[in-house]
């Protein structure tokens, strides 16, 4: 059975930054592409960054630039970190491990304000 946990969401202040973690069991983690993903209210869903098995790296040109994906096979965990972030990255964030499968976290919301 899949399972993935998000934490660290939360709020934060523009330009500030934050550090979100997927921690995944029932997959052979270190196999898989994963990907994080974030939806606005009233916005489809959208995939802000993935990371392959390789370690490759893409980001939605919004975020080039200021988010790194991560991975640690050891533990399981796909990382989002946020650096400088803006209101208009306020939106659930959610990872998705395998990337493109059924599998989803339940979601933790970030929210970006002063």
């Known amino acids: 059975q899949v399972q993935l946990v998000e934490s660290g969401g939360g709020l934060v202040q523009p330009g500030g930054s934050l550090t979100l973690s997927c921690a995944a069991s029932?997959?052979?983690?270190?196999?898989?592409?994963l990907g994080w993903y974030r939806q606005a209210p009233g916005k489809q869903r959208e995939l802000v960054a993935s990371?392959?098995?390789?370690?490759?790296?893409t980001y939605t040109d919004s975020v080039k630039g200021r988010f790194t994906i991560s991975r640690d096979n050891a533990k399981n965990t796909v990382y989002l970190q946020m650096n400088t972030p803006k209101p208009e990255d306020t939106a659930v964030y959610y990872c998705?491990?395998?990337?493109?499968?059924?599998?989803w976290g339940q979601g933790t919301q970030v929210t970006v304000s002063s």
């Open positions: 990371i392959n098995s390789g370690f490759s790296t």
């Open positions: 029932g997959i052979i983690f270190r196999l898989h592409g």
């Open positions: 998705n491990a395998p990337i493109n499968s059924a599998f």
